[in-house]
């Protein structure tokens, strides 16, 4: 769920960033080029997110069909991607809003 909102948060920062007509185009960008250098590695991680939310449905919907009753390494391998997921968010985060 928590994904979910973020990428609906996304999505409600980029379409005010393109009414402010920040673009990816560096030449016509008149915050120096700030459009590429936020897009790209935010954009970058919101498709990691996107992926993590459908793993996680596969994972749950896999889950109440008795798929790990005996082997839960599909569950472990999901929980150690989305904790990369959010650890690189951290980071983001840290480089783009408060640096």
Known sequence: VLGVIFLVGQYIEYAELAHLQ????????????????????????????????????????????GHYDHNPLGIELFGLYWHFVDVVWIILFTLIYLV
Do not use: E, K, Q
Not at 24 to 37: E, Q
């Open 22 to 65: 920040i673009t990816l185009n560096i030449s016509d960008d008149a915050f120096g080029g700030f459009g590429m250098r936020f897009y790209a590695p935010t954009a970058f991680h919101g498709v990691h997110v996107l992926i993590g939310v459908i793993w996680a449905l596969v994972v749950l919907r896999r889950g109440a069909a």
